[in-house]
């Protein structure tokens, strides 16, 4: 996903000044000139990251299944979130567009923001030997009192969504400074002001391909292929 440069968080601020200015205004006057359809936050222009590793590679997860579910489902997100974000541009140049529709289109823009920033977590953390270390081995053997411990309440949690779909997150929460393994229902259920260092996908598109129903040997694919450098490299990022 694009990262917001100083310039553009500038004209951000510059925005928000002139809708204050504009405060006197009619409402939907104020909205219209406040977003402007070319604004970078609606500007539609998210682009797929791509793999980082074979997807012939894997171990124990299939080339078709992992481009499959980057092509179809991931991509499908991108091109997704880049169509709402447009739509809410022109709905905002609408000013009797109705409150109920809008909310139609901002809650798709939170689940495909979701599902864009959790699959680009999820595929980035792949391509590994599943050889935990680093300052996070340390630290979730001490959070969990060891680090079989997290993994055993990882591995709980993730196949507590079996069946279903969601998405299993360990996160660093930087409100609470502490390490959990996350239940998510959705894209958009996430822990608040959670730092995510592995994402697990539990849609069944994830895994039905290799393994029909069997989602706990989907589980053990994904733990081999982890990358814990990446993982390791997240959580010195998240604590800094
Ligand atoms: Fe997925």
């Known amino acids: 996903m694009a990262i917001i440069t100083r310039r553009q968080a500038i004209g951000s601020a510059a925005l928000s000044a002139t ?3 504009l405060a006197g205004t ?16 609606f500007a539609g222009k998210h682009n797929p990251k791509p793999l980082r ?12 299944l992992i481009t499959s579910h980057w092509q179809n489902n991931y991509q499908g997100s991108v091109r997704g979130l880049n169509i709402i974000e447009t739509r809410l541009a022109a709905a905002m140049a609408d000013p009797d567009f109705p409150p109920v529709a809008y909310a139609g289109l901002k809650r798709e823009e939170l689940h495909r923001t979701g599902s864009v920033v959790l699959h680009e977590y999820y595929f980035d ?7 935990s270390g680093g300052s996070i081995k340390e630290a979730l ?10 993994e055993a309440e990882f591995r709980r949690t993730a196949m507590s969504l079996a069946g279903g779909s969601g998405w299993c997150i360990l996160s660093y929460n930087r409100y609470t400074g502490s390490l959990h393994n996350y239940w998510a229902a959705d894209h958009m259920h996430s822990p608040v002001t959670g730092a995510p260092l592995i994402t697990l996908d539990m849609y069944e598109h994830s895994f039905h391909m290799d393994y029909g129903s069997a989602a706990a040997k989907y589980v053990d694919a994904f733990m081999t292929n982890l990358d814990w450098e990446v993982v390791d490299a997240r959580y010195l990022a998240a604590i800094a």
């Open 19 to 21: 809708g204050i200015a």
């Open 26 to 41: 009619s409402t939907a006057a104020a909205a219209q000139a406040a977003v402007p359809a070319a604004a970078p936050a």
């Open 53 to 64: 590793f074979d997807p012939a590679k894997l171990t124990g997860l299939s080339e078709r």
């Open 125 to 131: 953390a792949l391509g590994g030997d599943g050889k």
């Open 141 to 150: 053997d001490s959070w969990f009192g060891s680090f079989a411990a997290w």
